[in-house]
């Protein structure tokens, strides 16, 4: 049960009330100074932060000796050298645990960093409301770019303190060990620890293993972790590695034992969230990268997938979004893959539904041919949420225009009536606001078989991208822009959704300009399908961008 947050009388931060930190590092020389620092800089010595205890998995780089170099001049951080490397984050953590003497730990990779304040603001919440697990706000860091995406923002919009994850099933969502305090004696008492060796998405098992304890836990709205996205890494971090299917199998088998936990325990309700949990989030993640697999890749997904998702009760697929249940009902009703474009398309954030809009006695289904795959709740939803699908084909010249299709769905939109469209741009490192380009919708009376639409056409004003921001113009290298569409409707209802790019207007322009000389502009479609675009200006970009295709 969520409490009411009112301070339990109780201690303060006092020399027994510390936090031991744990950092695990593998080859990463590069990035773990700037971790074990970010940890060091938590509290002064006799202050919050007890000690950092770095584990360094048998590197062969530069890792060890840079650990080394810092121990020596910082007292509160200890080395363990392993000798045989584990091939996994869950046997480096367990040692680290054991090695911790503070009366708190926390985790931290070696590739992320702590902000300012993390661990007083998770100790001063344990403290405060006698909370043996204290869980924190975490960003997604994408670099270079810097761009900050929360993770789970729901879940840490206010404080809150819950006695146990029965009564806020919604925690297991958050499956990362990182952002949290653990009591340790909380953790050494109960036998709370990571799986060992090469096992991938230990996250989920360690923190399956901590909710099913039952413990007091809170949370809290400040961010207490920025877990560094480096897309462009030679090698890839576990959760941005999914190129090979034993990615997906390593999840699922994760994903199986963490429910088993729940089950084992009693807590039938957090196996019921952790299966919802997997569709809504798990699912859709890999479907919409399905259309970039070989398709090796894809029969092998399909096969596992299905072979899980029939483990699944029917309460598990209700209880997931609409976009989620559809998308694993067309893949159990089907033994091969098929339909990956309005697959990707609906796995999206948000979700298109494409066309052709099937009917099967009366109601809304997938497809003429898999009519037992109901597409329910279409009748019902609300406008906003909806995933409509508005077609977006960029014509880049002298004048630039986006052509704009708008689908109708099941007769939902005609009996709104769209009768305008907003076009917004915003800038993906820091969701500022570009230009709103506006255009009224013109209907389209169906041809025979097909569903009513409603066409618009808007200029671009793209020099404006880079006027508005003169600090940011030096920069050579193209910014993304993600776009978005309102359209409002003539019985008052609006709702908004992603364009989705279509046409052969994807692909690399060179603009003249006469306020930056040259323009360069890139529309393309991201992974999901939903049409951006990137832009620089000036001779230097248009060299820097050359001079890198040709030394490719």
């Known amino acids: 049960?969520?409490?009411?947050?009112?301070?339990?009388?109780?201690?303060?931060?006092?020399?027994?009330?510390?936090?031991?930190?744990?950092?695990?590092a593998f080859n990463d020389a590069v990035h773990v100074?700037?971790?074990?620092?970010?940890?060091?800089?938590?509290?002064?010595?006799?202050?919050?932060?007890?000690?950092?205890?770095?584990?360094?998995?048998?590197?062969?780089?530069?890792?060890?000796?840079?650990?080394?170099?810092?121990?020596?001049?910082?007292?509160?951080?200890?080395?363990?050298?392993?000798?045989?490397?584990?091939?996994?984050?869950?046997?480096?953590?367990?040692?680290?645990?054991?090695?911790?003497?503070?009366?708190?730990?926390?985790?931290?990779?070696s590739d992320d960093v702590l902000p300012p304040g993390a661990a007083e603001a998770l100790l001063?919440?344990?403290?405060?409301?006698?909370?043996?697990?204290?869980?924190?706000?975490?960003?997604?860091?994408?670099?270079?770019?810097?761009?900050?995406v929360p993770w789970q923002p729901g879940l840490y919009r206010e404080a809150a303190v819950h006695g146990s994850a029965d009564a806020s099933p919604q925690l297991v969502r958050d499956t990362l060990c990182v952002n949290k305090l653990y009591e340790r004696s909380f953790l050494m008492e109960r036998g709370i620890a990571f799986p060992e060796g090469r096992f991938t998405y230990e996250d989920f098992v360690f923190t399956a293993r901590v909710l099913a304890a039952a413990p007091?836990?809170?949370?809290?709205?400040?961010?207490?972790?920025?877990?560094?996205?480096?897309?462009?890494?030679?090698?890839?971090?576990?959760?941005?590695?999914?190129?090979?299917?034993?990615?997906?199998?390593?999840?699922?088998?994760?994903?199986?034992?963490?429910?088993?936990?729940?089950?084992?325990?009693?807590?039938?309700?957090?196996?019921?969230?952790?299966?919802?949990?997997?569709?809504?989030?798990?699912?859709?993640?890999?479907?919409?990268?399905l259309h970039t697999r070989s398709a090796d890749y894809r029969a092998e997904w399909w096969r596992l997938t299905r072979d899980y998702l029939a483990g699944f009760d029917e309460a598990d697929l209700r209880a997931a979004r609409a976009p989620a249940r559809w998308l694993a009902r067309v893949v159990l009703a089907s033994p091969e893959p098929r339909d990956l474009e309005r697959l990707t398309q609906l796995a999206?954030?948000?979700?298109?539904?494409?066309?052709?809009?099937?009917?099967?006695?009366?109601?809304?289904?997938?497809?003429?041919?898999?009519?037992?795959?109901?597409?329910?709740?279409?009748?019902?939803?609300?406008?906003?949420?909806?995933?409509v699908t508005i077609d977006a084909r960029p014509v880049i010249g002298s004048r630039s225009t986006l052509r704009l299709r708008v689908h109708d769905m099941y007769g939902r939109l005609a009996a709104a009536e769209p009768l305008s469209i907003d076009v917004e741009l915003r800038r993906r490192v820091d969701e500022r606001?570009?230009?709103?380009?506006?255009?009224?919708?013109?209907?389209?009376?169906?041809?025979?078989?097909?569903?009513?639409?409603?066409t618009a056409e808007v200029v671009l004003d793209l020099p404006a991208l880079l006027d508005r921001d003169v600090s940011r113009r030096r920069s050579a290298d193209p910014e993304p822009w993600d776009l978005m569409a309102q359209v409002s409707c003539a019985d008052g209802a609006s709702f908004r959704a992603s364009l989705r790019a279509t046409g052969?207007?994807?692909?690399?322009?060179?603009?003249?300009?006469?306020?930056?000389?040259?323009?360069?502009?890139?529309?393309?479609?991201?992974?999901?399908?939903?049409?951006?675009?990137?832009?620089?200006?000036?001779?230097?970009?248009?060299?820097?961008?050359?001079?890198?295709?040709?030394?490719?």
């Open 1 to 24: 049960m969520k409490e009411a947050l009112e301070p339990r009388p109780g201690p303060t931060i006092t020399p027994t009330a510390q936090v031991s930190i744990v950092v695990i």
């Open 33 to 109: 100074s700037e971790a074990v620092r970010s940890a060091l800089a938590q509290g002064t010595p006799g202050g919050v932060v007890t000690e950092v205890v770095a584990v360094n998995d048998a590197s062969t780089d530069g890792t060890g000796a840079a650990l080394d170099a810092l121990a020596r001049t910082e007292p509160r951080l200890r080395v363990i050298h392993r000798a045989e490397n584990s091939g996994g984050c869950g046997t480096p953590r367990n040692e680290g645990l054991r090695a911790a003497t503070g009366r708190f730990v926390m985790f931290l990779d």
């Open 124 to 148: 001063s919440a344990a403290l405060r409301h006698d909370a043996p697990v204290v869980a924190g706000a975490c960003v997604r860091r994408e670099l270079p770019a810097r761009r900050d």
């Open 216 to 289: 007091r836990l809170a949370t809290i709205p400040e961010n207490v972790y920025i877990w560094h996205v480096r897309r462009a890494a030679a090698k890839q971090s576990i959760s941005l590695d999914r190129k090979d299917v034993t990615n997906w199998q390593a999840r699922i088998d994760a994903h199986r034992i963490s429910v088993r936990i729940f089950q084992d325990a009693g807590h039938k309700v957090l196996a019921h969230a952790a299966n919802t949990k997997f569709l809504d989030h798990d699912l859709r993640l890999y479907v919409r990268e």
């Open 348 to 387: 999206a954030r948000p979700g298109r539904l494409l066309p052709p809009y099937a009917e099967a006695s009366g109601g809304a289904v997938w497809s003429e041919d898999l009519p037992q795959v109901e597409l329910d709740a279409l009748d019902t939803k609300p406008m906003r949420r909806l995933p």
């Open 433 to 454: 606001r570009g230009p709103v380009h506006t255009a009224a919708l013109t209907a389209h009376p169906s041809d025979a078989g097909a569903a009513l639409s409603w």
């Open 504 to 552: 052969p207007g994807l692909g690399r322009r060179v603009l003249p300009s006469r306020r930056h000389l040259l323009l360069l502009v890139q529309p393309y479609a991201t992974t999901g399908g939903a049409l951006s675009l990137r832009i620089a200006s000036g001779l230097r970009s248009v060299w820097r961008i050359a001079a890198r295709r040709l030394r490719l």
